[in-house]
């Protein structure tokens, strides 16, 4: 089959040479990838959509949903909220990449991310989100961040593997993602290199402090004087996600900057916490136990922000979360608007 020039291998074609249909459907997955960002980085430059919308759909849907195989009902369509439009003019927002999660269902092998960091990403910071597949070798961060103006890094049930910031593993660190692991570090530390705007949350900041150089605790509810900071059993998810913890803001800090110095209200749902902060991060905010919950990266040329509490959940409705994503959006913008014509360009072949 050929698509733009390109001769690309068919379904059948592509399990024959990779010996299997879960590498090929990588392969397409990627490669859907690769088309829908370029599709939509150069709707962006021109204002408008080098194809109709119901023919960029498609592939929008997929990478939303981040499914390794077609599936008709997504869990997360049966929950009662508003429907997002992830079509038409929404897709000439400038990009933000969101690495995903291996998650296995039904029999399948999912790259998943939660749509609560999708619904944030397109309403709150106004920009729109891809998914980006987490392969454990294979793949050039680089040629990711050429194709987006952002990377926003979100929670997720898993934890780092010890090993990567020097530890070894117990039966208790678990569960781990290696791929991951693999995908999310090295995206972070050049999408910092090169300036681009950079927010991580939860498992997010954990993963900026280890690509850094730092460490991390598990189960800090165990040490003298630290709060339970673990997500509330026995509730829904709302109260999964309450407001109830109170986090202190450093004067003359990144985040101070956006939400102003002094205390505010958030939700707490972590069994880790840094340890050893990375030497490039400042500490920005603390719990009133001295739990790290903020972080930015010293000499970060562009919003380079970490968060452990989860501002995604309530972005639409919580003013400090609010904030703290439109800061994030406005960022993603700036970057995009100064990115010269030829890499625009590039980013499109």
Same mark, same amino acid.
């Given at each position: 089959?050929?698509?733009?020039?390109? @001769?690309?291998?068919?379904?059948?074609?592509g399990?024959?040479?990779?010996?299997?249909?879960?590498?090929?459907?990588?392969?397409?997955?990627?490669?859907?990838?690769?088309?829908?960002?370029?599709?939509?980085?150069?709707?962006? +430059?021109?204002?408008?959509?080098?194809?109709?919308?119901?023919?960029?759909?498609?592939?929008?849907? +997929?990478?939303?949903?981040?499914? @390794?195989?077609?599936?008709?009902?997504?869990?997360?369509?049966?929950?009662?909220?508003?429907?997002?439009?992830?079509?038409?003019?929404n897709?000439?927002?400038?990009?933000?990449?969101?690495?995903?999660?291996?998650?296995?269902?039904?029999? $399948?092998?999912?790259?998943?991310?939660?749509?609560?960091?999708?619904?944030?990403?397109?309403?709150?910071?106004?920009?729109?989100?891809?998914?980006?597949?987490?392969?454990?070798?294979?793949?050039?961060?680089?040629?990711?961040?050429?194709?987006?103006?952002?990377?926003? %890094? #979100?929670? #997720?049930?898993?934890? %780092? /593997?010890? @090993?990567?910031?020097?530890?070894?593993?117990?039966?208790?660190?678990?569960?781990?993602?290696?791929?991951?692991?693999?995908?999310?570090?090295?995206?972070?530390?050049?999408?910092?290199?090169?300036?681009?705007?950079?927010?991580?949350?939860?498992?997010?900041?954990?993963?900026?402090?280890?690509?850094?150089?730092?460490?991390?605790? @598990?189960?800090?509810?165990?040490q003298?004087?630290?709060?339970? /900071?673990?997500?509330?059993?026995?509730?829904d998810?709302?109260?999964?996600?309450?407001?109830?913890?109170?986090?202190?803001?450093?004067?003359?800090?990144?985040?101070?900057?956006?939400?102003?110095?002094?205390?505010?209200r %958030?939700n707490?749902?972590?069994?880790?916490?840094?340890?050893?902060?990375?030497?490039?991060?400042?500490?920005?905010?603390? $719990?009133?136990?001295?739990?790290?919950?903020?972080?930015?990266?010293?000499?970060?040329? $562009?919003?380079?922000?970490?968060? +452990?509490?989860?501002?995604?959940?309530?972005?639409?409705t919580?003013?400090?979360?609010?904030?703290?994503?439109?800061?994030?959006?406005?960022?993603v913008?700036?970057?995009? $608007?100064?990115?010269?014509?030829?890499v625009?360009? +590039?980013?499109?072949?």
């Open positions: 089959m050929t698509l733009r020039g390109q @001769s690309i291998p068919t379904r059948s074609e399990r024959a040479k990779h010996g299997g249909g879960r590498d090929s459907s990588f392969s397409l997955l990627a490669f859907g990838i690769r088309i829908a960002i370029g599709s939509a980085r150069g709707a962006y +430059q021109n204002q408008q959509l080098s194809a109709s919308p119901g023919t960029a759909a498609p592939f929008t849907a +997929q990478l939303v949903i981040g499914q @390794s195989q077609a599936l008709t009902s997504p869990p997360f369509w049966r929950q009662k909220r508003r429907a997002e439009d992830f079509t038409g003019a897709m000439t927002k400038p990009i933000v990449a969101i690495p995903a999660d291996i998650r296995s269902f039904d029999g $399948a092998t999912w790259h998943a991310v939660q749509h609560q960091y999708l619904s944030a990403a397109l309403n709150a910071a106004g920009v729109m989100a891809f998914l980006i597949p987490a392969f454990e070798a294979g793949y050039d961060p680089d040629a990711v961040l050429d194709r987006i103006d952002g990377l926003l %890094v #979100s929670g #997720s049930a898993s934890n %780092v /593997h010890p @090993s990567l910031y020097g530890a070894e593993a117990t039966d208790r660190d678990g569960p781990f993602d290696p791929a991951r692991d693999a995908t999310s570090l090295p995206l972070i530390c050049r999408a910092i290199d090169r300036a681009i705007p950079l927010l991580a949350i939860c498992r997010g900041i954990q993963e900026l402090n280890v690509a850094l150089g730092g460490s991390l605790a @598990s189960e800090i509810h165990e003298p004087g630290i709060w339970d /900071h673990r997500r509330p059993e026995g509730v998810r709302d109260g999964m996600y309450a407001i109830r913890q109170t986090v202190h803001i450093k004067e003359g800090s990144c985040i101070a900057d956006i939400l102003g110095p002094g205390d505010i %958030v707490s749902l972590h069994r880790q916490a840094i340890a050893r902060t990375a030497p490039r991060l400042q500490v920005e905010a603390t $719990a009133e136990d001295g739990t790290v919950e903020a972080v930015s990266v010293i000499d970060a040329k $562009a919003f380079a922000v970490g968060v +452990q509490w989860h501002p995604e959940y309530w972005a639409e919580d003013k400090a979360s609010n904030k703290l994503f439109a800061a994030f959006g406005e960022a913008r700036s970057y995009a $608007a100064g990115k010269p014509p030829t625009a360009a +590039q980013a499109i072949v």
